[in-house]
């Protein structure tokens, strides 16, 4: 009896794109190739959970900008939720650009700028770019990513007061589970930052703690300095990023101290991403500048998005901010900033 060639079974594929008139023209170019069988649409995050659930697709398409969560908060989630190819579409967007390599970082299998011009050989390269993430032949950045340490020997610290906690909550939610260790800086009396720490561990996929002194750091840990007698510091040794506590000083006007805990990454700022978040006052200020002179990352809180516009003001006044982002996307943009080449090196 002659063997034949099955025909390979289609590719299931969900749209998911705010735009109605996006969302049929996907349809409508998916639907004419052999290779994929559109089994459902979504406007919104919430709508794509209920889709993806019900049809079990194997790729997915997935806008960048998206009512509710955008395309790399809900990217995340999906990640820990149902790991699955997923191709990044935008307006404006390059398969080298900082968001694409976030993107992948996240788990994206690939990104895929949205054509101006629909010509036949675009939608087919579309087609392909799906097809091809869909049989896994597109290799996810994330995993090489993994393997070659991405985040080695880079850290994120956060400072805030007033209105910080609901900022933190917001920031923390961006962060991938392998986003660099985390360590903050929130004014607030122990007794609140006990039930904050709790809160944070129940509603988080990271594990949340307090820091304290010697602990060593990992790529996925988020630690609250305690405010207690002592400050919290970060320092580089041993091949690792650990918490160093120095005792108060009576120079000192707060505990914990963002700008103590900031000036003490300085010898290593290279590979050091600062966020300061909405407050009173301005600590935090000279120790973002000190980073920010040493080649750190910084970037400060936008006031349209600050409860008080005090820390994140005192540092854009000094110029210790390199830019402000609205507090929905300023932990994609400090990951983007983390991923892009070295300023300096760990020594």
């Given at each position: 009896?002659?063997?034949?060639?099955?025909?390979?079974?289609?590719?299931?594929?969900?749209?998911?794109?705010?735009?109605?008139?996006?969302?049929?023209?996907?349809?409508?170019?998916?639907?004419?190739?052999?290779?994929l069988d559109l089994v459902g649409t979504a406007a919104s995050?919430?709508?794509?959970?209920?889709?993806?659930?019900?049809?079990?697709?194997?790729?997915?398409?997935?806008?960048?900008?998206?009512?509710?969560?955008?395309?790399?908060?809900?990217?995340?989630?999906?990640?820990?939720?149902?790991?699955?190819?997923?191709?990044?579409?935008?307006?404006?967007?390059?398969?080298?650009?900082?968001?694409?390599?976030?993107?992948?970082?996240?788990?994206?299998?690939?990104?895929?700028?949205?054509?101006?011009?629909?010509?036949?050989?675009?939608?087919?390269?579309?087609?392909?770019?799906?097809?091809?993430?869909?049989?896994?032949?597109?290799?996810?950045?994330?995993?090489?990513?993994?393997?070659?340490?991405?985040?080695?020997?880079?850290?994120?610290?956060?400072?805030?007061?007033?209105?910080?906690?609901?900022?933190?909550?917001?920031?923390?939610?961006?962060?991938?589970?392998?986003?660099?260790?985390?360590?903050?800086?929130?004014?607030?009396?122990?007794?609140?930052?006990?039930?904050?720490?709790?809160?944070?561990?129940?509603?988080?996929?990271?594990?949340?703690?307090?820091?304290?002194?010697?602990?060593?750091?990992?790529?996925?840990?988020?630690?609250?300095?305690?405010?207690?007698d002592s400050l919290t510091c970060v320092t580089w040794h041993?091949?690792?990023?650990?918490?160093?506590?120095?005792?108060?000083?009576?120079?000192?006007?707060?505990?914990?101290?963002?700008?103590?805990?900031?000036?003490?990454?300085?010898?290593?700022?290279?590979?050091?991403?600062?966020?300061?978040?909405?407050?009173?006052?301005?600590?935090?200020?000279?120790?973002?500048?000190?980073?920010?002179?040493?080649?750190?990352?910084?970037?400060?809180?936008?006031?349209?998005?600050?409860?008080?516009?005090?820390?994140?003001?005192?540092?854009?006044?000094?110029?210790?901010?390199?830019?402000?982002?609205?507090?929905?996307?300023?932990?994609?943009?400090?990951?983007?900033?983390?991923?892009?080449?070295?300023?300096?090196?760990?020594?």
């Amino acid at each position: 009896m002659d063997c034949q060639t099955l025909p390979q079974k289609a590719f299931k594929t969900v749209v998911v794109d705010d735009s109605i008139t996006m969302r049929r023209w996907l349809g409508s170019v998916i639907a004419k190739d052999r290779r994929l069988d559109l089994v459902g649409t979504a406007a919104s995050d919430q709508v794509a959970l209920e889709v993806i659930k019900a049809s079990n697709p194997d790729v997915l398409t997935l806008d960048v900008e998206m009512p509710g969560r955008n395309g790399l908060e809900f990217l995340a989630h999906l990640m820990r939720l149902r790991p699955m190819p997923v191709v990044m579409l935008a307006t404006s967007i390059s398969s080298d650009s900082a968001y694409a390599r976030l993107a992948m970082e996240i788990g994206a299998a690939c990104c895929f700028p949205k054509p101006n011009i629909p010509t036949p050989d675009t939608m087919h390269a579309l087609c392909d770019t799906i097809v091809s993430a869909a049989s896994g032949l597109t290799t996810s950045v994330r995993k090489a990513a993994q393997s070659k340490d991405s985040y080695y020997g880079k850290i994120l610290l956060i400072g805030a007061s007033t209105g910080g906690v609901a900022a933190i909550e917001t920031v923390l939610k961006q962060m991938p589970d392998d986003a660099p260790p985390i360590v903050i800086a929130q004014h607030m009396p122990q007794s609140f930052l006990d039930s904050f720490v709790k809160r944070l561990d129940r509603q988080l996929s990271q594990s949340v703690g307090f820091s304290r002194d010697g602990l060593r750091l990992s790529v996925g840990d988020v630690y609250i300095a305690p405010s207690l007698d002592s400050l919290t510091c970060v320092t580089w040794h041993s091949n690792a990023w650990h918490i160093q506590d120095v005792p108060k000083r009576f120079d000192h006007q707060y505990c914990p101290s963002v700008d103590v805990l900031f000036a003490s990454a300085t010898p290593w700022a290279g590979q050091v991403g600062a966020l300061l978040l909405t407050g009173l006052g301005n600590d935090g200020a000279k120790g973002m500048l000190c980073l920010r002179q040493n080649g750190g990352r910084t970037i400060g809180q936008s006031e349209a998005t600050c409860v008080v516009y005090g820390m994140p003001g005192a540092a854009l006044a000094m110029n210790a901010t390199q830019e402000e982002a609205d507090i929905d996307r300023i932990g994609e943009v400090i990951l983007s900033r983390l991923l892009e080449p070295k300023h300096g090196a760990v020594r």
